[in-house]
Structure formats: C-alpha cells, structure tokens
C-alpha cells in the first residue's frame, strides 16, 4: 500500500498537463486584452477620422 501511495504522488510530480493548460489559459487571456485595447484606441481614432471627414464635407 505504500509503495503504491509512492509511485502516486511520483506520478503526480511529473505530470505537468495541468500546469500548462493554465499557461495556455493565462496567454489567451493576455492576448485577449491586448486585441481588446489596441481594437479601443484604433477605434476611437477612426472614429475621429471619420468624423472630421464628414464635418470637412458639410461645410
């Protein structure tokens, strides 16, 4: 019975799967933020553009 209790928690230090599901995860999330605020800036100077074009067309 101990023996096997040993070999499990050997087994348990070389399994790393856990670990790097939550690295993937923490990358995604990263990403995610980082398209989030580049899409924010981007979008608020194309909204700018566009509205300087029109008001530029109007008068």
Do not use: H, P
């Not at 928690?9 to 690295?23: F, N, P």
Request: proline share 0%; hydrophobic share 50%.
């Amino acid at each position: 019975m101990e023996k096997k209790m040993i070999r499990f928690i050997r087994g348990l230090k070389k399994d790393q799967s856990g670990a790097t599901a939550i690295e993937y995860g923490l990358i995604a999330a990263l990403i995610a933020v980082v398209i989030i605020a580049g899409i924010t800036l981007i979008g608020t100077d194309v909204g700018n553009t566009f509205n300087s074009v029109a008001n530029s067309l109007s008068n």
